[in-house]
C-alpha cells in the first residue's frame, strides 16, 4: 500500500434507495495529503487497479 493511502476497501450501498440506484460494489480508497494536511476519500468502480 502506498504511503499515503490510509484504506482501500470494496463496499455498496446499503439504504433501500442508494442500493436501488447503485447494486453495484464500490471501491472506497482512503488517503492522506501531507501538503493540504487533508483526507480525501474516493469512491471508484476501478476493482482491476492495484495502484490509484
Not at 4 to 33: C, G, M
Request: hydrophobic share 35%; glycine share 0%.
Amino acid at each position: 500500500m502506498p504511503k499515503n493511502e490510509l484504506s482501500d476497501s470494496i463496499i455498496e450501498f446499503t439504504t433501500f434507495k442508494s442500493h436501488n440506484d447503485y447494486p453495484a460494489q464500490l471501491r472506497r480508497v482512503e488517503y492522506y495529503d501531507e501538503e493540504q494536511d487533508r483526507t480525501f476519500v474516493f469512491l471508484n468502480k476501478a476493482m482491476d487497479i492495484t495502484d490509484l
